[in-house]
């Protein structure tokens, strides 16, 4: 987990160039870039992108997190910055839930359960996600009888725990407080008056 830029290794700091990049690439550019790591495979879309200004889109991440996941850009960006992290696992799991839930195959609804729970949630998995025993053992016997909400509970956990942890240290990054303030400087945009440098979720 990265802390301090002192004890930054050079993997993380380059990470967070990457991320600074990628960013700026958005503002001219209101489509994800060609190397989103894990996201484009769920094939994410957004409303939201659709029907706003990317400059709109960008101040409205921090609004709130659910303008954040439905924004395609903002699922890239948040991706990027987790990756600075080392905690990208989590919005892979969630995105991961996201599209099992919209699975109507039995067959393939047992086979993606199987696959979402070695890889993010069995004890040691690659990318195992930050959840509690009582939640991985609940997961593990939901599978028994797969349904569409088998991951119910450990996707809601871990949703709460980016929105409370992960989420505001986003808004807070030098990366993104500089992409709001270009975005509050363009002219298209319909920026508040409020500072970009001072998101208001707290």
Same mark, same amino acid.
């Given at each position: 987990m990265c802390r301090t830029l002192a004890t930054f290794?050079? !993997?993380?700091?380059?990470?967070?160039?990457e991320f600074k990049t990628r960013l700026g690439i958005f503002l001219h550019k209101s489509e994800l870039s060609?190397?989103? *790591? *894990?996201?484009?495979?769920?094939?994410?879309?957004?409303?939201?992108?659709?029907?706003?200004?990317?400059?709109?889109?960008?101040? *409205?991440?921090r609004e709130s997190f659910d303008l954040l996941l439905n924004s395609t850009n903002g699922v890239a960006a948040f991706?990027?910055?987790?990756?600075?992290?080392? !905690?990208?696992?989590?919005?892979?799991?969630?995105?991961?839930?996201e599209e099992f839930r919209k699975i109507r195959s039995a067959t393939k609804l047992a086979s993606r359960a199987h696959r979402i729970f070695e890889e993010y949630?069995?004890?040691?998995?690659?990318?195992?996600?930050?959840?509690?025993?009582?939640?991985?053992?609940?997961?593990?016997?939901?599978?028994?009888?797969?349904?569409t909400s088998c991951f119910d509970v450990a996707h809601g956990k871990i949703r709460m725990l980016m929105e409370k942890?992960?989420?505001?240290r986003f808004l807070k990054s030098p990366?993104?407080?500089?992409?709001?303030?270009?975005?509050?400087?363009?002219?298209?945009?319909s920026a508040s008056s409020s500072n970009p440098a001072e998101p208001s979720h707290t």
């Open positions: 290794p050079n !993997s993380c700091l380059e990470r967070a160039k060609s190397d989103t *790591g *894990g996201i484009s495979k769920f094939e994410w879309t957004s409303k939201h992108s659709k029907e706003r200004s990317f400059s709109e889109d960008v101040l *409205g991440w991706h990027a910055f987790l990756k600075t992290e080392f !905690s990208e696992e989590n919005l892979e799991f969630w995105l991961a839930c949630i069995r004890s040691e998995a690659p990318k195992e996600v930050n959840i509690d025993h009582e939640t991985r053992e609940l997961t593990k016997t939901n599978l028994q009888a797969v349904t942890d992960s989420y505001p990366a993104y407080r500089d992409l709001a303030a270009r975005a509050s400087a363009t002219p298209n945009s």
